[in-house]
């Protein structure tokens, strides 16, 4: 099984409807993130969570909510899908411990990609 | 805030020939450094990383990246391009403080020819 998994890995949506991307990780690590992907931008942080109790919005959270149901698991939500929010989106973990060799490395899952029609 | 800039979006190579990836990154002090890379329908994989000491650093694949402070960069480099290293590469930063996450850069497509 892979260290960080996204599901579903393709999913396509109508306009308003609300839908949930999950990822859970099997690497022990704290810190959890959302990135969505688009061509020509890049990665961009949508949310990120450095424990159960703390998360945090990054450059472009509107639009989206996420859950931090365990340590292991961060789900991002959008509440009410719009064409502008296909992308494709990545979960990443890393691990706080004092090694910055480790908070800094980040395990990418394989991604989910995104349609909303 | 801290900014990381990709100045080439897409580079066409020879097989056999080298390889420079600019990165130029805004940051107040100098921040951890990172390159990825994206094959095509994959994740993304870190190829190499600095921190601190030595500026010229060594990643997998044959991928190297020199840190040059003066001019804000940190360019990825490979002396022989093969037909696998055509893929999408990211400059990365992270601040110091533990408090933050990695922001990327926009991307440079690499494609290489025969």
């Known amino acids: 099984d892979a260290d960080v998994t996204q599901t579903p890995r393709n999913r396509i949506t109508k306009t308003g409807k609300r839908i949930m991307l999950e990822c859970s990780q099997t690497?022990?690590?704290?810190?959890m993130y959302w990135y969505r992907q688009d061509p020509g931008l890049g990665l961009r942080l949508i949310y990120y969570s450095f424990d159960v109790k703390d998360i945090n919005k990054g450059e472009i959270s509107d639009g989206y909510s996420v859950s931090r149901q365990a340590q292991a698991k961060f789900s991002l939500s959008l509440e009410s899908a719009i064409p502008n929010q296909t992308a494709l989106y990545f979960c990443a973990t890393s691990d706080s411990s004092s090694s910055t060799d480790r908070y800094y490395g980040y395990t990418f899952g394989s991604g989910t990609r995104l349609t909303v029609v | 805030a801290q900014s990381v800039t990709q100045p080439d979006i897409h580079i066409t190579v020879s097989e056999g020939a080298s390889l420079e990836l600019r990165c130029n990154y805004s940051y107040g002090a100098t921040p951890y450094l990172f390159w990825y890379v994206q094959s095509p329908g994959q994740g993304l994989q870190l190829l190499l990383k600095y921190f601190s000491g030595d500026t010229l650093v060594q990643g997998i694949k044959g991928f190297e990246a020199e840190f040059k402070r003066s001019q804000s960069s940190f360019n990825l480099r490979k002396p022989s391009v093969h037909w696998s290293d055509a893929a999408e590469y990211f400059c990365a930063v992270g601040a110091r403080q533990a408090g933050t996450a990695l922001i990327f850069g926009k991307g440079t497509t690499l494609s290489v020819s025969s």
């Open positions: 690497k022990g690590h704290d810190r």
